[in-house]
């Protein structure tokens, strides 16, 4: 069992940027491979980034590719989602997942478990 708590979001002008924290309970953090989703109103939840378990190995949607950047630190049971050069676009509740296997998948279906979420509102 994994328990996910977000943090960090809030309102931010065009161009500007935010870092996402998600932290984790548990001692077996290390063993999940962790993703960030979002949900913007009226749409479904779609795929941000995702990190693997232990050797660094990310994946991104297009259309944050260059922009954000997602690392963790399973020395802190956290995953972060650094996010530059926001667009309105980019407006959206962000949640951190939790993937068992350790595999990245890109769909929010195989993930187990879900944090809470967090606001992100970026300003034209």
Known sequence: QVQLVESGGGLVQAGGSLRLSCAASGRTFSSYAMGWFRQAPGKEREFVAGISRSNGIT???DSVK???????????????????SLKPEDTAVYYCAA???GLLYRSFREYDYWGQGTQVTVSS
């Open 66 to 84: 260059g922009r954000f950047t997602i690392s963790r630190d399973n020395a802190k049971n956290t995953v972060f989602l650094q996010m530059n």
């Open 99 to 101: 993937q068992y296997t």
């Open 59 to 61: 994946n991104y949607a």
